[in-house]
């Protein structure tokens, strides 16, 4: 089975997401660029390409929009509760608090500062 090796959140206004995303995760966002698109804004989630999990970035194109309905991003939390408290003070909302998911933990359901739906993932209830 392949794994999620990278991952595109899709932005209008990179300052107000980088903020969000900074909150809520309790993170820092660095500077990326995008070799094939000059006008590309980007803010990557740190990763050094050699551990399990994903990589990804915040990115700004003029051809792509952020939105509900496409792919959804589960952010790994040691309680998704902590993570989901910070939600409306970031200016995201929820769409559905920490719920069990059997065997496999609990999940947050969020939505980000540009609309975007995101889910926050914890194995243990903490």
């Keep these: 089975m392949r794994k999620v090796g990278w991952f595109d959140i899709y932005v209008e206004d990179m300052d107000?997401?980088?903020?969000?995303?900074e909150t809520v995760?309790?993170?820092?966002l660095s500077p990326?660029?995008?070799p094939t698109d000059p006008t590309a804004q980007m803010r990557a989630f740190g990763d050094d390409f050699t551990s399990h999990g994903a990589g990804g970035a915040l990115v700004k194109?003029?051809?792509a929009q952020p939105g509900p309905g496409g792919s959804m991003v589960y952010f790994s939390c040691d309680?998704?509760?902590?993570?989901?408290a910070r939600v409306a003070d970031a200016g995201g909302s929820i769409v559905r608090p920490k719920f069990p998911i059997g065997e496999h933990g609990f999940v947050s359901l969020v939505t980000d500062s540009e609309g975007n739906m995101i889910g926050l993932h914890s194995v243990t209830a903490s």
Excluded: I, N, P, S
């Excluded at 995760?25 to 820092?28: A, H, K, M, V, Y």
């Design 16 to 21: 107000r997401a980088q903020k969000f995303y």
């Design 32 to 34: 990326m660029g995008d």
């Design 79 to 84: 309680d998704c509760a902590v993570e989901e």
């Design 25 to 28: 995760l309790d993170t820092t």
């Design 61 to 63: 194109l003029a051809h």
